[in-house]
């Protein structure tokens, strides 16, 4: 059993920044490529940011510039540093990683999100 928990959400103001952590925990053999998506209210769930193993990110245009994805492989952990948001950015933030418990067997795995609200 694998799990993904994060942590880090909460309310800020307009140019503010938020730090989100994500540590998966349980069974795991190794832990591929991480990832950040993002779910704004009445919308689809989207990308934010990739990481994988060996620290090669990928971010989504609208992400660049203002939003860094890292990982820790020591700690099973994946971040997302939020700086200068926007009231735009508010949604529910979800971390997303592809473990195998076991060699050669992946699975997709998500945790169950966490809500960042920018409003004055």
């Known amino acids: 059993q694998v799990q993904l928990v994060e942590s880090g959400g909460g309310l800020v103001q307009p140019g503010g920044s938020l730090r989100l952590s994500c540590a998966a925990s349980g069974s795991i053999f190794r832990i591929y490529v991480m990832a950040w998506y993002w779910q704004a209210p009445g919308k689809q769930r989207e990308l934010v940011a990739t990481i994988t193993r060996d620290g090669t990110t990928n971010y989504a245009d609208s992400m660049k510039g203002r939003f860094t994805i890292s990982r820790d492989n020591a700690k099973n952990s994946v971040y997302l540093q939020m700086n200068s948001l926007k009231p735009e950015d508010t949604a529910v933030y979800y971390c997303?990683?592809?473990?195998?418990?076991?060699?050669?067997?992946?699975?997709?795995?998500w945790g169950q999100g966490t809500q960042v609200t920018v409003s004055s």
């Open positions: 997303n990683a592809q473990i195998s418990s076991v060699p050669a067997i992946r699975g997709d795995y």
